[in-house]
């Protein structure tokens, strides 16, 4: 009797044993996803304007979409897609784009974190967000005080996730991350983003970011990550084709050496979901690829993975209903047994084929 008392006082918890994590990164095209690199693009003028792709197109081109695919994003379709779903390939009749209507970063961020456009978040201004994201929310619920951490390149994410107001960690920009206990690792970490080339304001390089995620994962071990990379849109707008491809395929290595981290962790073994997106698309054209937003229609359309115990491992989906940007809140709830819907009724429904 007692047990089975205790057991259900700790009934919350218990649903709780699993985790997400949320990983995004900004404005990769879902053409390049599916179709892999467009060897059309992939010239000396669009990599860093004339120098030699010879190198990048044996990495990256070859005679079909799935091989190609499989070259930039090796991890993504050797592991996540036949272990998980994938939605967002245009080709097979699998649409997934955003309902905001803006197709720019904030309003992508603001829509996935909160399962709603708002037509009040139509800039990318670093102000705080006054919606409540999940993750605010989440942190707020029985068993996830404090095992919440998002972690964003671009500054502006402190902003989304409103770091002011929402209790959890935050670390965004160029911003040290700071710990009770720090490690040699973090100061590291923080050393390089003060002592690295600020190429662009407010927004270092992945690499430190991932690697300051993980460090703190490793030492805190939080049941909900969210974590936000950003070379994919800053090459793409700089025009740098061959550098926007290295991101998509650095991203892919940092998905890999994240799963196998956390499935090497007692914590997150057998227990954790995945989730990969973008805020946003691109064009598709020639010349508008590099850029996104209200007036490139196109820019809308994005993809969407998941991978982890409770999603049926159908692979790349086809001929499937359109998912939008905004189920991806109440998802992300649901893979933690619990219901975003019920707190924010503007928000998207579930991904119910992502759901076991
Ligand atoms: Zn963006």
Excluded at 321 to 332: D, R
């Amino acid at each position: 009797m007692f047990l089975i008392a205790t057991g259900s006082v700790r009934g919350q918890d218990t649903t709780g044993e699993s985790h997400v994590i949320l990983v995004m990164t900004d404005g990769l095209r879902w053409q390049e996803v599916f179709r892999g690199a467009d060897e059309h693009l992939l010239v000396p003028k669009r990599y860093f304007d004339g120098r030699s792709v010879t190198g990048l197109r044996e990495r990256y081109l070859a005679a079909t979409a799935v091989e190609r695919r499989e070259r930039l994003m090796p991890f993504l379709w050797k592991t996540i897609v036949p272990q998980g779903q994938m939605y967002g390939d245009r080709d097979a009749h699998s649409d997934a784009f955003v309902t905001n209507g803006f197709n720019f970063s904030y309003p992508g961020y603001n829509e996935t974190l909160t399962g709603h456009g708002d037509p009040k978040i139509n800039s990318n201004d670093n102000v705080p967000n006054p919606n409540v994201t999940v993750l605010e929310w989440l942190d707020k619920q029985p068993g996830f005080d404090g095992n919440v951490a998002a972690f964003g390149a671009w500054n502006v994410i402190g902003a989304i996730v409103n770091a002011g107001r929402c209790g959890f960690t935050v670390n965004a920009g160029y911003e040290p991350l700071m710990m009770m206990t720090m490690t040699p690792q973090m100061e590291r970490l923080n050393a390089w983003k003060a002592e690295t080339p600020q190429v662009w304001d407010g927004e270092p390089f992945d690499a430190p970011v991932f690697d300051t995620a993980m460090e703190y994962i490793k030492e805190k071990k939080p049941r909900v990550v969210f974590l936000s990379l950003g070379e994919t849109d800053e090459w793409a707008h700089a025009g740098n084709y061959g550098e926007y491809l290295n991101a998509a395929h650095r991203v892919d290595g940092y998905l890999e050496r994240l799963w196998t981290t956390l499935q090497a962790m007692p914590e997150y073994q057998r227990n954790t979901t995945l989730i990969f997106l973008t805020d946003h698309g691109r064009g598709s054209g020639a010349e508008d690829w590099t850029s996104h937003g209200q007036k490139i229609p196109d820019s809308k359309y994005i993809f969407m993975g998941f991978m982890g115990p409770r999603t049926q491992a159908l692979g790349a989906r086809a001929d499937v209903p359109a998912v939008t940007q905004s189920e991806v809140a109440a998802t992300l709830a649901k893979f933690l047994g619990l219901d975003w819907n019920a707190a924010e009724p503007k928000a998207g429904p579930p991904v119910a084929a992502a759901l076991r």
